[in-house]
């Protein structure tokens, strides 16, 4: 549980020089990429780096609704857990919860949607319907969105986000990476950096392959709702990593991982990617939209956002930089910390670590968290929309006066 509200810090066993990153400050919206920053020496997998000051949240004197009709769709939204098995005779069986969009029935006498940490302790989807693939709305095939949790995470870290693509029209699919999440931390049974940093695109490519496949089993019921030459890939910190790894290929003493050409487009949410080369992130040439909060400290702006965002030939390019928000902005901690103490009998232990995981994201003077939802959701949603449904993305002058965001094009 402790690190499946942690994230992403201590991602692997690769280290690198600490970067200093520069206090951040309020900043006109521009349409050019910053000057290049240098890059750190590339090493087995990402790691964190040197903390950046402390942003004062800004005054909320622009129109707190930032156009944001897009954060949620007009579809009520169903999850369904599945389990994708191994069948290379390994034991990497992977635990996938799949989000997508309801038929107008569907929710008669269903229940919500329970993210289940332990007996007795989970979150409560304010949202989604704990239903299955025989609910799917009729009217696709839609978009595939695969979804990547941090190091230690779990896959309905960020429930939130993942529901709000579902409610727009995209199946979005999320698995536990084995050996990377909060029970393998718990009990000491994580998997070594290189292994880890391999293992993550791995399991991409995997639950691509299953929801591609009309023989399938375990995914039999979403095959025919998904648009196979319509795939996005997103993720948190090391899950930010791992999406960026679908274009670029990776590769460690533990093995290599050649890009999937399958992947259309990333959205990545407060990155760990100085693991990356500069030649791994040239590579990568598609449609890409990076966000990040200021005040991150454990995946700071510079250089996990600057790197990629400097360094990568995608077309078109995007980046959204939200000030006074933190690691955690882009996970629903802020929701545990408000549900989970009013369960009965919860043990203390899970209210602390919750706690102690909220001061990244969860305090007065971050980012309000349903501020952050919000531009996380409306900008992914139109930079999907813009890549795969012929919508238009966010324009730069429709968001100027708004002075708790960045936004950049290229």
Same mark, same amino acid.
């Given at each position: 549980?402790?690190?499946?509200?942690?994230?992403?810090?201590?991602?692997?066993?690769?280290?690198?020089?600490?970067?200093?990153?520069?206090?951040?400050?309020?900043?006109?919206?521009?349409?050019?990429?910053?000057?290049?920053?240098?890059?750190?020496?590339?090493?087995?997998?990402?790691?964190?780096?040197?903390?950046?000051?402390?942003?004062?949240?800004?005054?909320?004197?622009?129109?707190?609704?930032?156009?944001?009709?897009?954060?949620?769709?007009?579809?009520?939204?169903?999850?369904?857990?599945?389990?994708?098995?191994?069948?290379?005779?390994?034991?990497?069986?992977?635990?996938?919860?799949?989000?997508?969009?309801?038929?107008?029935?569907?929710?008669?006498?269903?229940?919500?949607?329970?993210?289940?940490?332990?007996?007795?302790?989970?979150?409560?989807?304010?949202?989604?319907?704990?239903?299955?693939?025989?609910?799917?709305?009729? &009217?696709?095939?839609?978009?595939?969105?695969?979804?990547?949790?941090?190091?230690?995470?779990?896959?309905?870290?960020?429930?939130?986000?993942?529901?709000?693509?579902?409610? $727009?029209?995209?199946?979005?699919?999320?698995?536990?990476?084995?050996?990377?999440?909060?029970?393998?931390?718990?009990?000491?049974?994580?998997?070594?950096?290189?292994? $880890?940093?391999? $293992?993550?695109?791995?399991?991409?490519?995997?639950?691509?392959?299953?929801?591609?496949?009309?023989?399938?089993?375990?995914?039999?019921?979403?095959?025919?709702?998904?648009?196979?030459?319509?795939?996005?890939?997103?993720?948190?910190?090391?899950?930010?990593?791992?999406?960026?790894?679908?274009?670029?290929?990776?590769?460690?003493?533990?093995?290599?991982?050649?890009?999937?050409?399958?992947?259309?487009?990333?959205?990545?949410?407060?990155?760990?990617?100085?693991?990356?080369?500069?030649?791994?992130?040239?590579?990568?040439?598609?449609?890409?939209?990076?966000?990040?909060?200021?005040?991150?400290?454990?995946?700071?702006?510079?250089?996990?956002?600057?790197?990629?965002?400097?360094?990568?030939?995608?077309?078109?390019?995007?980046?959204?930089?939200?000030?006074?928000?933190?690691?955690?902005?882009?996970?629903?901690?802020?929701?545990?910390? &408000?549900?989970?103490?009013?369960?009965?009998?919860?043990?203390?232990?899970?209210?602390?670590?919750?706690?102690?995981?909220?001061?990244?994201?969860?305090?007065?003077?971050?980012?309000?968290?349903?501020?952050?939802?919000?531009?996380?959701?409306?900008?992914?949603?139109?930079?999907?929309?813009?890549?795969?449904?012929?919508?238009?993305?966010?324009?730069? &002058?429709?968001?100027?006066?708004?002075?708790?965001?960045?936004?950049?094009?290229?």
């Amino acid at each position: 549980m402790a690190a499946s509200c942690a994230g992403s810090d201590g991602d692997t066993a690769a280290t690198t020089p600490a970067t200093d990153a520069p206090a951040a400050t309020e900043a006109p919206v521009v349409t050019a990429a910053p000057a290049d920053t240098a890059a750190p020496v590339a090493t087995d997998a990402p790691t964190d780096t040197a903390a950046p000051a402390a942003t004062d949240p800004p005054e909320p004197d622009q129109d707190p609704d930032l156009d944001l009709d897009l954060a949620y769709g007009d579809y009520e939204v169903g999850v369904q857990t599945i389990t994708i098995t191994d069948t290379s005779g390994g034991d990497r069986d992977l635990t996938v919860d799949v989000w997508f969009p309801l038929i107008d029935s569907a929710t008669d006498g269903a229940g919500p949607q329970q993210y289940i940490f332990a007996p007795g302790v989970y979150y409560e989807s304010p949202f989604a319907f704990a239903v299955g693939s025989e609910s799917i709305a009729p &009217d696709g095939p839609f978009p595939l969105v695969i979804y990547s949790h941090g190091s230690g995470g779990l896959r309905y870290i960020s429930s939130n986000y993942t529901e709000a693509l579902a409610s $727009n029209g995209y199946i979005v699919a999320a698995a536990d990476h084995t050996g990377n999440t909060a029970l393998e931390l718990i009990t000491g049974a994580e998997v070594d950096g290189p292994s $880890n940093a391999i $293992n993550r695109p791995n399991d991409v490519t995997r639950i691509i392959d299953a929801f591609l496949d009309p023989e399938s089993t375990e995914t039999v019921g979403f095959v025919a709702a998904v648009n196979p030459g319509q795939i996005a890939v997103t993720g948190h910190s090391v899950g930010g990593f791992t999406a960026y790894a679908m274009a670029s290929g990776y590769s460690t003493d533990a093995g290599e991982f050649v890009a999937d050409e399958r992947v259309l487009a990333l959205i990545t949410l407060a990155p760990a990617t100085d693991g990356l080369t500069d030649d791994q992130l040239l590579s990568i040439q598609i449609p890409a939209l990076v966000m990040a909060g200021t005040d991150d400290t454990s995946t700071p702006i510079d250089p996990n956002v600057t790197r990629p965002w400097n360094q990568s030939a995608s077309s078109p390019s995007y980046r959204v930089d939200l000030l006074a928000a933190e690691h955690q902005s882009f996970s629903d901690v802020c929701a545990y910390q &408000d549900f989970v103490p009013t369960l009965p009998d919860v043990p203390q232990l899970f209210i602390d670590f919750i706690d102690d995981y909220a001061e990244e994201g969860c305090e007065p003077d971050d980012m309000p968290i349903e501020r952050a939802q919000a531009i996380t959701n409306t900008f992914a949603v139109a930079f999907l929309n813009e890549v795969f449904k012929g919508g238009e993305m966010i324009q730069i &002058d429709e968001v100027d006066e708004q002075t708790d965001l960045v936004f950049q094009a290229e």
